[in-house]
């Protein structure tokens, strides 16, 4: 009994994990174990060798049953004494903080500029982007095979084949809403029409969907010189330089006539744009008087009423204004380079950095 005892408490005392410990409760005190056995052998002996042996085999079965709770507990506590040597945390660390989503800047351009335009007594239309080709060419005096279509490079919705209807188009700029605002409104109007455009072109400055705004103002009297005054103002608080001065230069839209492209003053140093100072010029905008075809297919009377209308890329003047320098950057689907610019509280214009030529 003394060499059983021995035994099972070094073999305990020796145990280095709970799997060892189990196989020698099993062992021992298990049902078939050692200890166990000789308890069943304690039927076939004496009654004075029983009242001898019983008593000291449950002594050694309570004796080697605590030595196994006792080194399961030190066992648990040596695995817990491991775990804390090993496994910390840097309290200290700073937290992660919150992840906050900001408006895109082409919708913050868009909002910017249709404040602008409020304050100048613009309302903002609106029009679908899926047009019919009257409203997208024919009414802005650009009629079927005018060489102008080409050059529009039109997104041409399917027809089934019979279906000898004009196609539907993407529009190609939004110079559709105003017509259907004339047509509703009549005249004197004045708004400005902020969206989508669609045309098939790919590359560094131009993306088949951007966003354009054009403007419209018809009234009696209205001429080139108030559209000169109204484009300074919007330039001068846009880009929040007082004072802003633009160049116009003659050119040709099949919807406006007389036309002119307009410039903004600017200067290039050591490769960076800088807008309102300096003797450069950056094209930023399309204009006109609007062409009495124009006024006559949205059923206003150009013998009457006459006006300007200009049209400008949003996203050119996002890029502009905060130093964006690819076009294709804004419609990523990952916009977090956005940060980079000053866009994570978008309230950080960097409009004399960035930019290089
Ligand atoms: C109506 C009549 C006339 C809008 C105009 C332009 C000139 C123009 C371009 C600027 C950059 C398009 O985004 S862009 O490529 N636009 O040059 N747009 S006049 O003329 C109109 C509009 C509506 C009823």
Redesign the pocket.
């Known amino acids: 009994m003394d060499d059983l005892k021995q035994k099972y408490l070094s073999a305990i005392a020796d145990a280095g994990d709970e799997a060892t410990l189990e196989e020698l409760r099993l062992q021992a005190v298990g049902k078939k174990g050692e200890v166990s056995l000789r308890m069943r052998a304690l039927g076939k002996m004496s009654p004075e060798e029983r009242q001898v042996a019983g008593p000291a085999l449950n002594a050694l079965k309570d004796e080697i049953n605590s030595a196994l709770a006792a080194k399961k507990s030190a066992l648990a506590d040596a695995a817990l004494d491991e775990r804390l040597r090993t496994e910390w945390l840097d309290v200290t660390l700073p937290g992660r903080g919150d992840r906050h989503g900001t408006i895109h800047p082409v919708s913050q351009v868009s909002e910017e500029i249709a404040a602008i335009f409020a304050n100048l007594g613009f309302a903002v239309a609106e029009g679908p982007q899926i047009e019919t080709d009257w409203y997208n060419f024919d009414?802005?005096n650009i009629p079927p095979h005018h060489p102008a279509r080409q050059e529009f490079d039109t997104f041409y919705m399917h027809r089934d084949a019979g279906d000898d209807r004009p196609p539907h188009v993407l529009r190609t700029?939004?110079?559709?809403?105003?017509?259907r605002a004339?047509e509703k409104q009549g005249a004197p109007i004045r708004v400005i029409?902020p969206g989508r455009?669609y045309r098939s072109d790919y590359d560094q400055t131009h993306t088949p969907m951007?966003h354009?705004v054009?403007?419209?103002a018809i009234d009696r009297d209205i001429s080139m010189a108030n559209l000169k005054w109204v484009l300074e103002e919007f330039f001068a608080a846009f880009f929040e330089i007082d004072g802003i001065k633009t160049r116009f230069r003659a050119?040709h839209?099949p919807?406006?006539e007389p036309?002119a492209?307009v410039d903004i003053q600017c200067s290039w140093v050591d490769g960076q744009l800088k807008i309102g100072e300096g003797d450069d010029w950056m094209e930023?905008?399309?204009?006109?008087m609007?062409?009495p075809n124009?006024?006559q297919a949205?059923g206003v009377n150009p013998d009457e009423w006459q006006g300007f209308?200009?049209?400008?890329?949003i996203d050119?003047l996002a890029m502009l204004k905060y130093g964006i320098p690819d076009l294709r950057a804004f419609f990523d689907s990952d916009l977090r380079w956005l940060r980079h610019y000053g866009f994570a509280s978008l309230d950080v214009p960097t409009l004399h950095g960035g930019l290089s030529r």
Do not use: K
Not at 284 to 288: A, N
């Open positions: 009414s802005l700029h939004t110079s559709p809403v105003q017509t004339m029409a455009v951007f354009q054009e403007g419209l050119s839209f919807f406006t036309s492209e930023v905008l399309g204009s006109g609007v062409h124009v006024l949205a209308a200009f049209g400008m890329g050119r």
